[in-house]
């Protein structure tokens, strides 16, 4: 009789599973509807060239420009979803990356620490560290009310440490991790990978996620 698979076997399928799906929408997403959208925008702007009328013309220009907006979407949105260069370049450039983005978009400064050289990480090790890290600054821009994270990578010893420090509102950890599933996931994922996610928070002085991975 063969034995029955363990929660902690059965949670790592369900993740891997997620993910592969996501990474398949993420490749759609970018190399199908964001291809179609761009044809279509290179389309419109050669009509624009070919047209006389001043109003048509203002009209082709404004969907255009709503388009090119459209694909700036789809694309941050796909990179959100799964970096390409997470597999390629690895976690740190992948981090750059969609750091870029996120103060872009949320108008939020995310100062970047790295000490010592990032070693050779099993792609489960990277997208885990990515995504707690992701939840992470999510959090921050939904909850915190600041404009500033430090985000700090120490790889030395053979250990990988990430701390994400915020000076944000703050909140009671014991509160927040009965009703949070984001937070209880981000020690779950650490935990499939033999790692650690520590979260101490204080109401007015912020918050701070500390993760460590033995490599």
């Given at each position: 009789?063969?034995?029955?698979?363990?929660?902690?076997?059965?949670?790592?399928?369900?993740?891997q599973?997620?993910?592969?799906?996501?990474?398949?929408i993420?490749?759609?997403?970018?190399?199908?509807?964001g291809?179609?959208?761009?044809?279509?925008?290179?389309?419109?702007?050669?009509?624009?060239?070919?047209?006389?009328?001043s109003n048509?013309?203002?009209?082709?220009?404004?969907?255009?420009?709503?388009?090119e907006?459209?694909?700036?979407?789809?694309?941050?949105?796909?990179?959100?979803?799964h970096?390409p260069t997470?597999?390629t370049?690895?976690?740190?450039?992948?981090?750059?990356?969609?750091?870029?983005?996120?103060?872009?978009?949320?108008?939020i400064?995310?100062?970047?620490?790295?000490?010592?050289?990032?070693?050779?990480l099993?792609?489960?090790?990277?997208?885990?560290?990515?995504?707690?890290?992701?939840?992470?600054?999510?959090?921050v821009?939904?909850?915190?009310?600041?404009?500033?994270?430090?985000l700090?990578?120490?790889?030395?010893?053979?250990?990988?440490?990430?701390t994400?420090?915020?000076?944000?509102?703050?909140?009671?950890?014991?509160?927040?991790?009965q009703?949070?599933?984001?937070?209880a996931?981000m020690?779950?994922?650490?935990?499939?990978?033999?790692?650690?996610?520590?979260i101490?928070?204080?109401?007015?002085?912020?918050?701070?996620i500390d993760?460590l991975?033995?490599?």
């Amino acid at each position: 009789m063969k034995n029955s698979p363990t929660k902690n076997q059965i949670s790592s399928y369900i993740i891997q599973s997620q993910e592969e799906e996501i990474k398949r929408i993420a490749l759609e997403l970018h190399e199908g509807v964001g291809q179609t959208l761009y044809s279509l925008y290179s389309g419109l702007q050669f009509i624009e060239q070919t047209i006389n009328s001043s109003n048509m013309k203002s009209y082709v220009n404004e969907m255009s420009q709503l388009l090119e907006k459209t694909i700036q979407e789809i694309r941050l949105l796909s990179v959100e979803l799964h970096p390409p260069t997470l597999t390629t370049l690895g976690l740190v450039p992948a981090m750059k990356s969609y750091l870029r983005m996120f103060t872009s978009t949320y108008g939020i400064l995310v100062d970047l620490d790295i000490e010592g050289q990032e070693p050779n990480l099993t792609e489960t090790q990277k997208i885990t560290l990515f995504r707690v890290c992701q939840e992470a600054l999510g959090n921050v821009a939904k909850y915190a009310d600041t404009h500033f994270i430090q985000l700090d990578f120490l790889f030395v010893d053979n250990n990988l440490t990430m701390t994400i420090n915020d000076n944000g509102k703050g909140f009671t950890v014991e509160n927040e991790m009965q009703r949070s599933s984001g937070l209880a996931a981000m020690k779950e994922r650490m935990n499939l990978i033999g790692g650690q996610c520590l979260i101490t928070s204080e109401i007015g002085k912020g918050t701070t996620i500390d993760v460590l991975l033995p490599l």
